[in-house]
């Protein structure tokens, strides 16, 4: 049965946009193949991070993942000193020479940062706020609206998935799952599915498990399923910046293993499968704090348990 790879690239900041975007597309232009960005283009304050050096469970894995030598110390301090640039306007050409290659174009974020610690107090109209700037930059930019999202730090709620239905994205990909489905909130069907990610990223495992940068790219390709979803997100700022040449590497692997790689939006088959499921808050290995998961009444991760703990 033949194994097929959905590839999506979260781009966080300007610098992951002005740096790792271009590399990855020069890598896909030589293989010829398509993949979804997922792009940030409000205001890059993801230095703000920084702040929460104090906390002991980000700082564990600062360490672990060698942020500053995987982020560049640039990353980490912006938006520190006052506001981040805006990313859309400074990388402008950069996400519409993307769009214009032919890769499926995403709305990720407004501002990641404030998305990713303030999502579960924000109320509707301002969720509608965030998504609304999106997706209007990226229309001014490429010319068409966005026909796909992506929550920042897989943070998506009832309220996300509520106000994302009111905008025109073809299918979202917000939680970590197994399976394309049809999100349920309060017993309602959202009618955009989604397309969770089904593979950890690189700062989630590396370091962990006797994974190291030798061995990385062996676990994942021993995670692909044939004849099942397989969704990979890799970032802009790490596998189109400083693991670019780890990231060749696997991409030229998986290649000479007739491992078909597409833009998530291929994986959508019409008609949809009938597959239903809620979206959980649960904590997952090597990520902080809470993050969406598809609710397979199997369990995948841990419960975060007291006020996280759930239906979202
Ligand atoms: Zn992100």
Not at 92 to 100: E, G, L, N, P, Y
Not at 214 to 222: A, C, F, H
Not at 254 to 278: C, M
Not at 293 to 301: A, E, H, K, P, S
Request: with cysteine; glycine share 10%; hydrophobic share 35%.
């Amino acid at each position: 049965m033949k194994t097929i790879l959905g590839l999506r690239i979260d781009v966080d900041t300007n610098r992951g946009t002005r740096l790792g975007v271009p590399n990855l597309c020069r890598l896909f232009s030589r293989h010829r193949l398509f993949a979804t960005f997922f792009f940030s283009v409000g205001p890059d304050n993801m230095g703000r991070h920084i702040l929460r050096l104090l906390r002991p469970e980000f700082l564990k894995k600062m360490l672990r993942s060698r942020a500053p030598s995987l982020y560049g110390w640039d990353i980490l301090l912006c938006g520190t000193l006052g506001p981040g640039p805006v990313i859309g306007e400074r990388q402008r050409d950069t996400i519409a020479s993307a769009a214009a290659l032919g890769h499926e174009t995403g709305l990720h974020a407004w501002d990641h940062h404030a998305w990713q610690t303030r999502i579960d107090r924000m109320d509707a109209k301002q969720v509608h706020t965030h998504l609304q700037k999106g997706c209007d930059m990226l229309k001014r930019i490429t010319g068409r609206s966005p026909v796909c999202s992506a929550a920042p730090a897989w943070k998506c709620t009832d309220t996300v998935l509520e106000e994302k239905d009111r905008f025109p994205f073809s299918y979202n990909s917000d939680c970590r799952g197994e399976t394309i489905f049809t999100p349920v909130v309060s017993g309602r069907k959202i009618s955009q599915p989604q397309i969770p990610a089904t593979l950890p990223t690189y700062d989630e495992i590396i370091g962990t498990a006797g994974v190291t940068d030798e061995n990385y790219n062996d676990y994942i390709i021993s995670r692909l399923r044939p004849g099942r979803l397989n969704v990979l997100t890799i970032h802009a700022e790490v596998e189109g910046v400083s693991r670019l040449t780890m990231f060749e590497d696997f991409m030229g692997n998986i290649l000479s293993k007739k491992i078909d790689v597409l833009p998530l939006g291929e994986l959508l088959i019409n008609p949809l499968p009938g597959k239903t499921a809620v979206i959980v808050q649960k904590k997952l290995p090597g990520r902080e704090g809470w993050v969406s998961v598809q609710d397979t009444g199997q369990d995948t991760g841990q419960d975060t348990g007291g006020k996280d703990k759930g239906k979202i």
